[in-house]
């Protein structure tokens, strides 16, 4: 497992925008999915979004389709979680994780796949 630092949520009007960042550290950025679940209160862990690391391939979930947008930056070792026209129910703690190593989005999260500390996202109306 690697350690992964997450940063960027905080609490936003409805329809506003943010930016989440996921920084890998200490290990190579190849060879790994790596992207966002979130868990609303009461609610359990969905998977919000995944690139593939090797070749940017991303995956959404239908809920969030035509709104986020992943990204990595290959020099910073850094994932984006790109957040536009939020609704009220975007709000949850957003965590970032990896895939195993090889692995790609369909093992987000699993096995040695690495966690990060968790953001809070809190859509106001």
């Known amino acids: 497992q690697v350690p992964l630092v997450e940063s960027g949520g905080g609490l936003v009007q409805l329809g506003d925008s943010l930016r989440l960042s996921c920084t890998v550290s200490g290990f190579t950025f190849d060879f790994y999915g790596i992207g966002w679940f979130r868990q609303a209160p009461g609610k359990e862990r969905d998977k919000v979004s995944c690139?593939?690391?090797?070749?940017?391939?991303?995956h959404y979930a239908d809920s969030v389709k035509g709104r986020f947008t992943i990204s990595i930056d290959r020099a910073r070792k850094t994932a984006y979680l790109q957040m536009n026209s939020l609704k009220e129910e975007d709000t949850a703690i957003y965590y970032c994780a990896t895939s195993p190593p090889g692995y790609g989005c369909e093992a987000l999260g699993t096995g040695r796949g690495s966690w990060g500390q968790g953001t809070q996202v809190t859509v106001s109306s």
């Open positions: 690139i593939r690391s090797s070749d940017g391939v991303t």
